[in-house]
């Protein structure tokens, strides 16, 4: 089986400031890893995925992550926060293989940016 | 190229009566996927479909059916819909080591 934990259901930064969602995960097997962000009344957006080659991945929106299976965690960051960053994010993991791709997700974190 | 549509966006159902969700994608993936979101419990899968005419539970299928006729479309049924399965409904797909594609949601309430 394997889940996911965000710590922390609500963020909030000033704007120019680090962002950082923290993002454990459990899994059986080398995991595929993912975040996602929505914005209100939309559907999710994928940012960033980790499929076992580099162990830090660039996203979109100049966002990154970094996955450390010592630590078993797959960290969110933005060096300077932009009032458009505030929406929520979930992480997500997934086996690959005989499980078709299903995710499994976080609780989700609501990432809110102040002026 | 619409990516992942669904109908309807939007639905109040009284308890007991039955609605199917339609999910259309037109990128010719395999993988097709329900899933409901609920406030702090993040996406959970209901079912899913590896092919055309294939589907199988995921972590939540009781009350629901879906059935796969046609490559494109995923539909998701409630026979009698109760108030505990009122939520928001996402629909997504993808292809073979690929990412997911999500629809843009229904919001479905039951009274």
């Known amino acids: 089986a394997q889940s996911v934990t965000q710590l922390g259901s609500h963020v909030s930064v000033s704007e120019g400031a680090l962002v950082l969602l923290r993002c454990n995960y459990s899994?059986?097997?080398?995991?595929?890893l993912f975040w996602y962000v929505q914005y209100p009344n939309q559907g999710l957006q994928l940012l960033l995925k980790?499929?076992?080659?580099?162990?830090l991945v660039k996203g979109i929106n100049g966002f990154e992550a970094e996955f450390k299976k010592s630590e078993t965690s797959f960290h969110l960051t933005k060096p300077s926060a932009h009032m458009s960053d505030a929406a929520e994010y979930f992480c997500?993991?997934?086996?690959?293989?005989?499980?078709?791709?299903?995710?499994?997700f976080g609780q989700g974190t609501i990432l809110t940016v102040h002026p | 190229n619409a990516g992942v549509t669904q109908t309807p966006k939007f639905r109040v159902l009284k308890t007991g009566q039955s609605m199917t969700l339609l999910c259309a994608q037109d990128?010719?993936?395999?993988?097709m996927y329900w899933y409901r979101q609920d406030p702090g419990m993040g996406l959970r899968l209901i079912h899913y479909?590896?092919?055309?005419?294939?589907?199988a539970k995921g972590e939540v299928p009781d009350g629901y059916n879906v059935s796969r006729l046609k490559k494109q479309n995923f539909l998701l049924g409630l026979e009698s819909a109760a108030p505990s399965q009122t939520s928001v409904y996402f629909c997504?797909?993808?292809?073979?080591?690929?990412?997911?594609?999500f629809g843009s949601g229904t919001r479905l309430t039951v009274v």
């Open positions: 997504a797909s993808r292809r073979e080591f690929d990412g997911y594609t």
């Open positions: 899994s059986s097997v080398p995991p595929y």
């Open positions: 980790y499929t076992s080659a580099a162990t």
């Open positions: 997500a993991v997934s086996r690959g293989g005989t499980s078709y791709g299903k995710l499994t």
């Open positions: 990128m010719n993936h395999e993988y």
């Open positions: 479909s590896v092919g055309e005419g294939t589907t």
